[in-house]
């Protein structure tokens, strides 16, 4: 791809030093560029990039997205006022929109989002649609794991992750998207089909200042890229959380409720925990998709491998956001008996104790 044909996706572009380049791939770290690379350099909390372009050129950058002027450029140069959001624009279209594709489900919340991503994988992969997942344990792929940097990796490390998911014949991604990951732009070119709340508290006020602004950044997943695609975009909203009304209000798109205390179109009942194990009833009316109305059985008996009573909020999310997109009941009581663990999160340890 020409980057005189990758700047044109980008907002507020201002060329510096004119030319033209085939660009063979993209690098916000002048460790990673290779010859034939665009190096985005941006100022950020620890490391200013702009002191790494010339090191980058020497890597063999041909061409320079930057969020300030280098006096002596030699090689294309373009500014652009925010680097990081400059380079969401443009990585979707470098790889090829590979979100267009798939079935992309966006998680966020305070808590929940690593296991409500595995417990979807499996439930897709239950339904026979190869599925994959990205988030804070990484990038995965049936057993391949494929580390990232982020809970919601920089864009290109994004796009590129999804670009080889659609590759290897995955059909769906559910993929942790944080509130700083939303906020900083780095999901920009993603196409979601689903976003699922699963609930918000005091957190991350460090980098947002107030519970207010942190919610606001998480509802950038419902209110601003529904707008982005064509694609039909259906948001599962935890109803108990105190922000599900700010949220349902907010969502651009259809809306499918999960709880436990108050009435939600998927609700739980008849709870028994252990630290092994969870069992409910799961009770579900019918839903509004669309032009389409579902009705799926009034109950089911869902039984999880993984235990703790947090873990029912988090496979009632992952059922929402299956049951939203169209899979029958059947599949998800079988997708959810599946996982027998998840790596890190209230995780059995077993040593032979008794």
Not at 172 to 195: I, N, P
Not at 226 to 242: C, E, Q, V
Request: hydrophobic share 45%.
């Amino acid at each position: 791809m020409l980057f005189s044909e990758i700047i044109q996706h980008v907002t507020g572009a201002r060329v510096v030093n004119p030319g033209d380049a085939e660009i063979a791939g993209i690098a916000y770290d002048s460790r990673e560029v290779k010859p034939g690379f665009l190096f985005v350099a941006m100022q950020g909390g620890t490391f200013d990039g702009h002191s790494f372009i010339d090191r980058a050129i020497g890597a063999g950058a041909v061409a320079i997205l930057a969020e300030r002027e280098l006096a002596g450029a030699t090689v294309p140069y373009v500014v652009v006022p925010n680097g990081r959001i400059a380079m969401g624009e443009i990585a979707a279209p470098f790889f090829g929109y590979p979100s267009r594709g798939i079935k992309l489900i966006g998680v966020t919340g305070t808590s929940g989002k690593t296991t409500v991503t595995h417990l979807i994988q499996s439930i897709f992969n239950a339904s026979g649609r190869p599925a994959g997942l990205i988030g804070t344990l990484g990038a995965r792929i049936g057993d391949e794991l494929i580390e990232t940097k982020h809970t919601t990796p920089e864009s290109v490390d994004l796009q590129r992750t999804l670009a080889y998911m659609t590759g290897r014949g995955v059909e769906v991604v559910a993929m942790e998207a944080s509130s700083h990951g939303l906020y900083q732009g780095r999901t920009l070119g993603c196409e979601f089909d689903c976003g699922v709340f699963t609930n918000i508290a005091r957190d991350h006020l460090d980098f947002h200042g107030t519970v207010e602004a942190y919610l606001d950044a998480k509802l950038i997943l419902f209110t601003e890229y529904p707008a982005m695609s064509a694609k039909r975009f259906i948001a599962a909203i935890n109803a108990d959380d105190p922000s599900a009304e700010a949220v349902k209000a907010a969502t651009k798109g259809d809306v499918i409720t999960f709880g436990i205390e108050k009435p939600a179109d998927l609700t739980a009942s008849n709870i028994e925990v252990t630290d092994r194990s969870v069992w409910f009833d799961m009770a579900c009316r019918s839903v509004s998709v669309g032009a389409d109305v579902m009705s799926p059985p009034n109950t089911a008996k869902i039984r999880l491998q993984i235990g703790g009573f947090f873990n029912v909020y988090n496979a009632l999310a992952a059922a929402a956001a299956a049951i939203g997109m169209g899979l029958d009941v059947e599949t998800v009581v079988e997708g959810l008996a599946a996982v027998r663990s998840v790596p890190g999160r209230f995780e059995s340890v077993d040593c032979g104790q008794d």
